[in-house]
């Protein structure tokens, strides 16, 4: 018995890794979309540049690149940047970064089978200097979904805040 609710488990975690990378990945695709409108790359080209430039940058690159332009964009429009303030957009960068961290944990770390299934969702284990489990309830994965989606919808209004000549 212990084996197949093991084995269910399994699959389950399995499922649960999968949607996290995939909501991710939607992250990821709309900042490399931001990034092709941004330099008005268009045509066969936006595909070369995609496919041949941006595949090959990690998604640190992508994000700190996508940072850059905000903070070039803001300091255009005016703002200037002291020890007192931040930039308009630096909660969304902060999430954006703790989401890269949790996907680094979803696409890297070991799976652990948790003691009790039937309140863990997943439990992802680094082994890197010492053991650290990273531990979610259901509720926790719902609430790290949702920040994705969340933060997807912010940088998704900063693409259509582009002006129109970068959209065609």
């Given at each position: 018995?212990?084996?197949?609710?093991?084995?269910?488990?399994?699959?389950?975690?399995?499922?649960?890794?999968?949607?996290?990378?995939?909501?991710?990945?939607?992250?990821?695709?709309?900042?490399?979309?931001?990034?092709?409108?941004?330099?008005?790359?268009?045509?066969?080209?936006?595909?070369?540049?995609?496919?041949?430039?941006?595949?090959?940058?990690?998604?640190?690159?992508?994000?700190?690149?996508?940072?850059?332009?905000?903070?070039?964009?803001?300091?255009n429009?005016?703002?200037?940047?002291?020890?007192?303030?931040?930039?308009?957009?630096?909660k969304?960068?902060?999430?954006?970064?703790?989401?890269?961290?949790?996907?680094?944990?979803?696409?890297?770390?070991?799976?652990?089978?948790?003691?009790?299934?039937?309140?863990?969702?997943?439990?992802?284990?680094?082994?890197?200097?010492?053991?650290?489990?990273?531990?979610?309830?259901?509720?926790?994965?719902?609430?790290?979904?949702?920040?994705?989606?969340?933060?997807?919808?912010?940088?998704?209004?900063?693409?259509?805040?582009?002006p129109?000549?970068?959209?065609?």
């Amino acid at each position: 018995m212990k084996k197949k609710i093991e084995a269910e488990y399994i699959e389950k975690a399995h499922y649960y890794r999968r949607k996290f990378i995939n909501e991710f990945n939607f992250l990821e695709k709309l900042i490399e979309n931001y990034l092709i409108r941004h330099f008005q790359i268009i045509g066969p080209n936006a595909e070369d540049f995609a496919n041949i430039i941006l595949d090959r940058l990690t998604f640190q690159s992508k994000k700190e690149s996508f940072y850059a332009l905000m903070n070039k964009k803001v300091t255009n429009q005016g703002f200037k940047k002291t020890n007192n303030n931040s930039y308009p957009h630096g909660k969304l960068f902060k999430d954006i970064t703790e989401i890269q961290d949790e996907r680094n944990a979803f696409a890297h770390y070991d799976l652990m089978i948790p003691i009790d299934y039937s309140k863990i969702c997943i439990v992802l284990a680094e082994f890197r200097d010492s053991e650290k489990r990273h531990e979610y309830t259901f509720k926790e994965f719902e609430d790290l979904i949702l920040k994705i989606k969340n933060t997807t919808t912010e940088v998704y209004k900063l693409f259509e805040a582009l002006p129109e000549r970068f959209l065609h």
